[in-house]
């Protein structure tokens, strides 16, 4: 009986990983301390939810595949 498949969990958090990162990353400070308007910043947001969630299962799966490869199955 082959063991179980943890490609669907890894890929499920590398997405939920990746968009947390997302927010942090695009809705930091800025260096210069400008202030930055709100419609700005949310398009920033939704333009790059696009690449950051779907790249984050993919990182996701691919983890979620080796470590089904490395684990003993039962």
Do not use: H
């Not at 260096?31 to 700005?40: C, E, L, R, T, W």
């Amino acid at each position: 009986m082959p063991g179980r498949n943890l490609t669907k969990p890894f890929s499920i958090a590398g997405f939920v990983l990746a968009e947390v990162y997302m927010l942090f990353t695009v809705l930091a400070p800025l260096k210069s301390g400008v202030p930055v308007p709100a419609d700005y910043q949310v398009w920033r947001v939704l333009c790059a939810a696009i690449f950051f969630g779907p790249l984050g299962a993919l990182v996701g799966m691919g983890v979620g595949l080796l470590v089904g490869a490395i684990l003993p199955k039962r």
